[in-house]
């Protein structure tokens, strides 16, 4: 039983990084109708903004607390990584709106590539160690919980409830969920609907940035292709959870991270993206808009 229940807190803590990454996901679509497949590269640009930070900070303030480290840390990645997925949307999606719907998903393949490319490029092709920012773990009834596990959920819990405030609440959310019904008509009513959508990029972009801080202190280590496998996942989490809703975001990568971790340890570790990709599978044959979300609804 403890095994089992290590292997849910594992699980857990790998989701919540999957569930931030996947609300990016989610909130484009929910908008624009659009998969903006370079996320998952302004993820992986987000843990190595951190990583470039904790070595300045680490070279001019060798003593820095670490809280204090990992704060400065995020807040530069989100944004670096915020004005990036604003440039990629002025530059790359604006001007395709109105086009055929293929040429934004083509052209968010290209911005991928391009931003993994840069990125390997100016980084180095190898992987990038940093020491272990936080190392205290609990022992509780023989089951091992660290310090950094914990950070990572009341995190991802922290984030999910100011960002359902901030769409459900706010004078921004309003505009955010008029544009997701009918954006000419939200147009018409006085809404600035490029200044909305790219507001959304820029709150998709520092949840990612988020998330890539959290991956690179847990895992300690981040390489250029890492935006590619978390990218996937988190956007199946996001197809999973329903897309366009964004506590079915993260329901879809709590799923995605108890899958995985349950498979790796019962089962091989090498099929546990087959596992992944096979529930998915599974529930959309069931639940064609994923677990909580809605039917499209065609407007004549």
């Not at 790998?14 to 903006?36: E, K, Q």
């Not at 640009?45 to 070595?55: C, K, P």
């Amino acid at each position: 039983m403890e095994y089992f229940i290590q292997q849910l807190i594992n699980g857990l803590t790998l989701g919540s990084i999957y569930g931030l990454i996947a609300i990016g996901y989610t909130m484009v679509y929910g908008i624009i109708g659009m998969i903006n497949f370079a996320h998952g590269d302004i993820f992986m640009v987000g843990a190595f903004t951190a990583l470039i930070v904790f070595l300045l900070l680490v070279g001019l303030f060798y003593s820095i607390p670490v809280v204090l480290a990992l704060l400065i840390m995020m807040i530069v990645a989100m944004l670096l990584t915020s004005l990036y997925n604003w440039t990629i949307e002025k530059m790359a999606y604006r001007p395709l709106r109105g086009s055929f719907r293929l040429a934004p998903l083509i052209t968010a393949i290209g911005m991928s590539i391009a931003l993994s490319n840069f990125v390997q490029v100016t980084q180095g092709p190898r992987n990038k160690p940093i020491p272990p920012l936080i190392t205290k773990v609990y022992n509780v009834g023989g089951i091992s919980i660290s310090l950094k596990q914990i950070v990572i959920v009341l995190v991802t819990s922290s984030l999910l409830v100011i960002f359902w405030y901030l769409v459900n609440k706010t004078s921004l959310g309003r505009a955010q969920r008029a544009c997701e019904q009918d954006r000419k008509m939200a147009a018409l009513l006085g809404i600035d609907v490029d200044r909305t959508i790219s507001i959304t990029f820029i709150m998709g972009a520092s949840l990612a940035a988020v998330a890539g801080t959290l991956f690179l202190m847990y895992y300690g280590v981040v390489v250029f292709s890492d935006g590619f496998v978390p990218g996937v996942k988190a956007f199946t989490a996001a197809v999973l959870g329903g897309i366009g809703s964004i506590p079915g975001a993260v329901l879809g990568g709590l799923l995605i991270g108890f899958i995985e971790s349950m498979w790796s340890a019962y089962f091989s570790i090498d099929y546990k993206d087959v596992a992944a990709f096979s529930i998915l599978a599974i529930v959309l044959i069931f639940l064609p808009s994923g677990i909580l979300g809605r039917p499209e609804v065609e407007k004549v």
